[in-house]
């Protein structure tokens, strides 16, 4: 039987090509553009690096990931926007893809996950305060 | 060739006015335009429609559960409902059910919103699972004062009855802003002496009939939780022989069965069927016809 051998060096190259090509091909986040869909009664501060909401209200963002490679983010990857305390602030879906409704649900500071195809990329900073 | 043309044009025109007319002139007759109870979603997608859920919502005609508009606020302690319709463009959606942001802040229990905490509170329209589909903030406020009507129109320090008549008075819950507030409320309607006016009914609702029981004058007063307003009703001599009516002339049957607020201890005529100028302190099963 004739069988043929790949030199372990070169099925170690092509390994690490492959990864590479694959990889390439992927954005990488970089950072979140958030935009205010909504218009509160009360205050709201919406930053990609901070959110302040007032307690009791509620705000539309729109949301886009940024890569920092070339590959940008399309509409197939999914952003999913969690709050490590609901008890603060409370994050769920809005109506349309990469929109998210923040609800002021107790005064504190808690962080938003935020997950792109399943993996936590970024953490953003949150607060709710009194209504002034 | 030209005269006809302009006949006819001046026929059109005419016929244009007379469509116009035709068309403007319902829209000026009907004098109780009531606007519609609804306030678009913050997202656009659809509209609330505000429901007052019992008989003590300022914001809803008597015997009404149809406001006339939707409340710029609601009270402190009110209670009210909340319906949610979509826009045409999204008729066939799943009906969302409607939640609040903060039950410490509006409270949600069977249906019905109680404002619990004064400022803004987010009325959330939820799809499916979680997915916000609409959005309305609603402004609770304390009751700072209240105004007391008769026949919609504010009265002033002193009103006026016949003896063996009735009147009707509302109350009318108002913010700091002069704002009428929506919601049910508590209300307790007193007479300082039943034996010149007294209230049939409960009294707990805002709405309260006086009927005038001899010449004199008393207080009236209105309490809704710290608030309270009051008003002095005139009884005036009865002018007619024997029939207890409204003031506006239509026939009033009175099924009162409470002496709630009613501190009157003049002798009962449970049951009587009263058809002469009655003065004296019924509270129970009384039917009041004349006119």
Redesign the interface.
């Known amino acids: 039987m004739h069988t043929t051998r790949i030199p372990r060096t070169s099925a170690l190259v092509l390994g690490l090509g492959l990864l590479a090509a694959t990889t390439a091909c992927q954005p990488d986040y970089g950072s979140l553009e958030v935009e205010l869909?909504?218009?509160?009664?009360?205050a709201a501060s919406i930053h990609s690096t901070d959110f302040q909401i007032?307690?009791?209200?509620?705000v539309?963002i729109n949301v886009k990931p940024v890569s920092a490679n070339r590959n940008d983010y399309i509409e197939t990857d999914t952003v999913e926007m969690t709050s490590q305390d609901r008890t603060v602030m409370?994050v769920?879906?809005?109506?349309e893809a990469w929109s998210f409704?923040l609800?002021?649900?107790?005064i504190g500071e808690t962080c938003i996950d935020v997950v792109i195809n399943g993996a936590v990329e970024d953490c953003i900073d949150a607060r709710v305060v009194e209504?002034e | 060739m030209l005269l006809p043309l302009r006949s006819r044009l001046r026929g059109e025109r005419r016929a244009l006015v007379t469509a116009l007319a035709s068309l403007l002139l319902p829209l000026a007759c009907t004098g109780d335009y009531m606007p519609p109870p609804t306030s678009e979603g913050?997202?656009g997608?659809g509209e609330f429609i505000y429901r007052c859920t019992g008989t003590s919502d300022a914001l809803c005609p008597v015997g009404a559960q149809q406001a006339t508009s939707f409340p710029q606020a609601v009270a402190l302690r009110g209670e009210f409902g909340l319906d949610y319709t979509y826009k045409e463009e999204f008729d066939g959606d799943p009906l969302p059910t409607l939640k609040s942001?903060?039950s410490e802040?509006?409270e949600l229990t069977n249906g019905i919103f109680k404002g619990m905490?004064e400022?803004?509170?987010?009325i959330?329209a939820?799809s499916g699972a979680?997915?916000?589909?609409?959005?309305k903030?609603i402004?609770v406020a304390a009751v700072d004062h209240l105004t007391i009507s008769q026949d919609q129109i504010e009265v002033g320090p002193q009103v006026e009855v016949e003896a063996g008549r009735t009147i009707k008075l509302t109350a009318s819950p108002q913010s700091a802003q002069d704002q009428l507030l929506g919601g049910s409320l508590d209300y307790w309607w007193t007479s300082a002496d039943t034996s010149v006016a007294k209230l049939s009914g409960a009294g707990t609702d805002d709405l309260v009939v006086v009927q005038g029981v001899a010449e004199g004058t008393t207080e009236f007063t209105v309490k809704v939780g710290q608030v309270t307003q009051s008003v002095m009703v005139k009884v005036t001599p009865s002018m007619t022989s024997g029939s207890a009516s409204d003031s506006d002339g239509t026939t009033d049957t009175d099924t009162d069965t409470s002496t709630t607020g009613d501190t009157s201890t003049t002798g009962d005529t449970t049951g009587d069927t009263s058809t002469t100028g009655d003065t004296t302190g019924d509270t129970t099963g009384d039917t009041t016809t004349g006119g």
Not at chain 1, 54 to 58: C, E, K, M, N, V
Not at chain 2, 130 to 135: A, M
């Open positions: 869909g909504t218009t509160p009664p009360a007032q307690i009791g209200t509620a539309l409370d769920e879906p809005g109506p409704v609800i002021g649900a107790g209504q | 913050e997202l997608r942001s903060s802040r509006i905490t400022g803004y509170t987010a959330l939820v979680s997915e916000v589909i609409d959005i903030h402004r």
